[in-house]
């Protein structure tokens, strides 16, 4: 049986097949990060349940995603079989109690578990351009993009935030451009097409707030218990690429949020990697790098990360060689490339005189596996050949009405379940864009008010040649014929007499002038 310090794995074997010894994995070293691989059908889910079941009695938050549905028993307590009760028999596990574990279940759709969130801004441009497979180029301006909202002051909450930004940088491509670079509209657009893919495929679901509190996956009971975080991932391995950038997202927030604690008698967090291979297909150096980094420092922030997928290949080697604990089930050595995995797997051990690593491991039966943890100054053990005890919590899935009764009795029950949709880059940058219609259309107003001011004095109308402009200084037209003079109408020449007649003050010169005047009215 397991010491207080330690996790029971099971029990080794001797060549004969007999017992040898309890087979344990040392609190202190679990957050030296772990592997679990194996193929189909040997046994991986069942190792990773009695481990999250360990960490969790020791006090050890545990967060674990559930690809078929299996896990969800480990919040059901266990019955009594005929096949588990000769397991623990065998390898002296005494006594054989069964417990149900404090689970919470989330499910980034909502529908098995707890809504399960994030923003855009805590993504990153990285992740979000790994979500979206952009290319170097696209993801050149997703960056910028990143840059711009920091700089004006954007919140990037959800998807529409950022659908947003990037018409509002198309809008702007030269202006933006001369600071940052080239940012060609076909790249905003490919990205935009992205996006309403990763919208297609659930990508609204995951994006918004109130976004996951790191505090709420590291809680303990009052028994002194960690709690199992159990992510409902048959729907989401519809899509691997989400599946794969949400648990990565959620290693680099631990990382970014966890403060430095060096190396604790126990974990403060176990981080379960399921189909860990997901991660890493056809991934770009930067991000294959950035696992590196996270998983190599984040030991210091008191987090295991254990990988579990079916082949040690799936796992760079410079990933593999940050693995101190390592439980390895029966691979098929059928193919090249398996014999190769079985080969790099034989290579990984401590190596054990008693038997061939390579050998046994083709050879090994359901629920039998290779172990080595590491012991007293972090060396790995020797290679074991192992019988892995039997769950204390329930084989198998649980009901949806046990899932619901236990969705209804959580800790976080009624935090997460409804969306907040509060102001952000969407709403601030739609209210900038009338706030400028609005100036447009008050500059407009100004300038009509202006333009009538200037046309509100009129002219008598002359009629249509004096209408046209023809009396204007410089003018090159000729001025109109004169109209036929009217019998009552005064000419010039009496105009002229007229005025000679106001000169002159003799009666003698009035007559004259009568004289002539009447002379030449006669003439005419």
Same mark, same amino acid.
């Given at each position: ?28 070293? !679990?957050? #030296?990060? *772990?592997? =679990? +691989? ?9 190792? /990773?349940?009695? &481990? ?124 933006? !451009?001369? #600071?940052? *670079?080239? =940012? +060609? ?9 992205? /996006?309403?893919? &990763? ?38 391995m519809m899509n691997p690429r989400l599946y794969a950038t949400f648990l990565l997202w959620l290693m680099s927030e631990l990382f970014e949020v966890l403060p430095e ?62 693995? !101190?604990? #390592? ?126 001011g200037r046309s509100r004095w009129t002219l008598p109308d002359f009629g249509d040649d004096y209408s046209q402009g023809s009396s204007g200084r410089g003018s090159t ?48």
């Amino acid at each position: 049986m397991a010491q207080e310090d330690s996790i029971f794995i099971g029990a080794s074997r001797k060549p004969d097949d007999s017992y040898q010894k309890p087979e344990e994995l040392l609190l202190k070293y !679990g957050n #030296r990060h *772990g592997l =679990v +691989t194996g193929a189909t059908g040997t046994g991986k889910t069942v190792t /990773l349940q009695i &481990l999250a079941e360990g960490f969790s009695n020791a006090g050890v938050p545990v967060f674990c995603a559930d690809i078929k549905g299996d896990l969800s028993g480990i919040a059901m307590m266990g019955e009594a079989k005929d096949f588990l009760t000769a397991r623990a028999e065998t390898i002296k596990l005494e006594p054989y109690e069964f417990q149900e574990f404090p689970v919470i279940f989330w499910d980034l759709f909502g529908e098995q578990g707890h809504p399960i969130r994030a923003t855009i801004s805590e993504m990153g441009p990285l992740l979000l351009s790994r979500l979206m497979n952009l290319t170097e180029a696209q993801e050149g301006v997703m960056n910028i993009a990143f840059r711009i909202a920091d700089e004006e002051g954007l919140l990037l909450l959800d998807m529409k935030d950022l659908q947003a930004l990037l018409a509002n940088i198309a809008s702007r491509a030269d202006e933006i !451009g001369a #600071r940052y *670079g080239n =940012v +060609t509209k076909p790249s905003v657009g490919a990205i935009q097409r992205s /996006l309403l893919v &990763l919208e297609q495929q659930g990508g609204n679901n995951f994006f918004g707030e109130p976004a996951l509190k790191i505090p709420d996956i590291m809680r303990t009971t009052r028994d002194g218990r960690g709690a199992i975080n159990v992510l409902a991932a048959d729907k989401l391995m519809m899509n691997p690429r989400l599946y794969a950038t949400f648990l990565l997202w959620l290693m680099s927030e631990l990382f970014e949020v966890l403060p430095e604690v060096g190396d604790p008698d126990r974990p403060r967090l176990v981080f379960f990697f399921d189909e860990a291979h997901l991660l890493f297909d056809d991934a770009p150096k930067a991000l294959v790098d950035r696992v590196e980094q996270v998983v190599r420092l984040i030991r210091s922030k008191g987090v295991g990360v254990y990988f579990v997928t079916q082949n040690p290949l799936d796992v760079p080697e410079t990933v593999l060689a940050q693995l !101190g604990n #390592r439980v390895q089930h029966a691979l098929r050595a059928y193919t090249p490339r398996e014999q190769k995995a079985v080969k790099t797997a034989a290579d990984t051990f401590r190596p054990n005189p008693d038997f061939n690593c390579a050998e046994t491991i083709t050879q090994l039966g359901t629920g039998e596996a290779l172990v080595s943890t590491l012991e007293a100054k972090g060396v790995p053990s020797m290679v074991q050949r192992t019988l892995i005890r039997p769950p204390a919590s329930r084989l198998g899935p649980i009901t949806p009405q046990e899932r619901q009764k236990l969705i209804a009795e959580s800790p976080v029950a009624g935090q997460y379940d409804e969306t907040v949709d509060r102001e952000s880059a969407f709403e601030m940058l739609q209210k900038k864009a009338l706030e400028a219609q609005q100036a447009e259309e008050q500059a407009q107003q100004q300038d009509d008010s202006r333009e009538t001011g200037r046309s509100r004095w009129t002219l008598p109308d002359f009629g249509d040649d004096y209408s046209q402009g023809s009396s204007g200084r410089g003018s090159t037209r000729s001025r109109p014929a004169p109209r036929p003079r009217a019998s009552n109408r005064q000419t010039v020449a009496e105009a002229a007499i007229k005025s000679v007649v106001r000169s002159v003050g003799s009666q003698v010169g009035r007559a004259l002038v009568r004289g002539i005047l009447g002379s030449l009215k006669k003439g005419f």
